[in-house]
């Protein structure tokens, strides 16, 4: 596998030259006060070993490609969104899906999240 980082794409400056480089500021400190729905640790924690941390979608498993840094690491995706529900409730096991970060990102792409099979259907119809 070749490592080596194309000539011009250095991380985090992507100009032609330095003089076209234009600094922008970050980092203020702002305070935010948010409300969030507690997790299940239990549910999490069978959801990723039924899923050998494994993506359902792609099959991607960071401890084969990262070795150890990667072991144990894997999203879990809440089939119906957490934030559809007005109170606490039990949660099937089936709700839960292991979701590499990519396919993560994808199935929240849209304002409606994409069920997780159809994002499934998409992959394996782009591998053919």
């Known amino acids: 596998m070749d490592t080596t980082i194309p000539s011009g794409w250095e991380c985090s400056v992507f100009a032609n030259s330095l003089e076209e480089v234009q600094h922008q500021i970050e980092g203020r400190l702002t305070e935010a006060k948010v409300l969030r729905r507690q997790r299940n640790r239990n549910a999490r924690q069978k959801c990723l070993e039924a899923s050998n941390y494994t993506c359902y979608v792609c099959g991607f498993n960071f401890e ?11 999203e879990v995706h809440h089939k119906t969104p957490l934030s559809e529900y007005d109170e606490e409730h039990e949660i099937p096991q089936s709700e839960l899906c292991a979701l590499c970060s990519n396919c993560h990102s994808m199935v929240h792409r849209n304002k409606k999240a994409l069920d997780v099979d159809e994002l499934k259907r998409i992959y394996l119809t782009s591998q053919k």
């Open 64 to 74: 084969k490609v990262y070795g150890e840094i990667g072991k144990g690491f894997i």
